[in-house]
């Protein structure tokens, strides 16, 4: 029979060996049919809401609404079959589905980068580290737009990446980033576009979404306990 410091101390040494029993999970979205999947979409074990939501403005000084008026961005999730990217840039991502926003998509392998301002993503489980793929348009009229992943724990800032878009003039093109959040737990982000004080609305796709989820805090001190109560009881 195991005393009892014998058992807070196993306990002690659970609660320390929790980071251990962290899990990483990849969403693809290869798994998907390209569609439309509304203004909250539940996907391996995130649920990404709030989309193109706020007012904002592009550099060229012209000004967009908040949500699904005449002049907003759109605020669909959509998966986009990408084939024809994905033949062009076959290091970005997992072929052939990533993600997007706004209010439409091209049907097979051809493709439309949608708008993306911001959208929330709520997490099933605390993470303390996560990784977004991104493609989207630089140079053209984005030039100067900055995008934010920001990662919250009930409701407070906790870890931040940004990016500004190349301002080099001339036509716009696809160019590639990943932006990364670790170095505290959390429960939810945020990934949005800003333009000096304001959001702004450039074209993103997603992909490879990477979140290294981590036990509730206590979880493995109670297995182990329940372990050593079984044992008492034989």
């Known amino acids: 029979m195991l005393s009892t410091k014998m058992m807070m101390a196993v306990a002690g040494a659970a609660f320390a060996a929790a980071p251990a029993m962290a899990t990483v999970t990849v969403s693809t979205y290869d798994d998907l049919t390209e569609d439309h999947y509304g203004t909250s979409f539940h996907y391996n074990g995130v649920t990404y809401h709030s989309v193109n939501d706020q007012a904002g ?24 079959n990408a084939t024809l990217l994905y033949n062009d840039y076959p290091t970005w991502g997992s072929a052939n589905n990533a993600l997007t926003f706004g209010t439409s998509y091209v049907v097979g392998d051809n493709l439309s980068i949608g708008a993306l301002s911001t959208v929330t993503m709520d997490l099933d489980e605390a993470a303390d580290s996560a990784s977004v793929e991104m493609a989207y348009y630089e140079n053209g009229p984005w030039g100067g737009i900055v995008y934010h992943l920001d990662a919250f724990s009930g409701g407070s800032l906790v870890a931040s990446d940004s990016f500004s878009i190349s301002d080099l003039g001339g036509r716009d ?6 932006l990364s959040v670790n170095g505290a737990v959390f429960d ?8 000096g004080a304001d959001y702004s609305g450039p074209r993103a796709l997603l992909d490879n979404l990477t979140i290294n989820t981590v036990p509730a805090p206590g979880a493995a001190a109670l297995l182990v306990m329940g372990g050593l109560v079984a044992r008492r009881r034989r």
């Open 57 to 80: 403005v592009f550099p060229s000084g012209d000004t967009f609404e908040g949500g699904d008026g005449i002049n907003g961005l759109g605020t669909q999730v959509i998966v986009e």
């Open 173 to 178: 093109n696809i160019a590639f980033a990943t």
């Open 188 to 195: 939810s982000l945020q990934l949005y576009a800003t333009f």
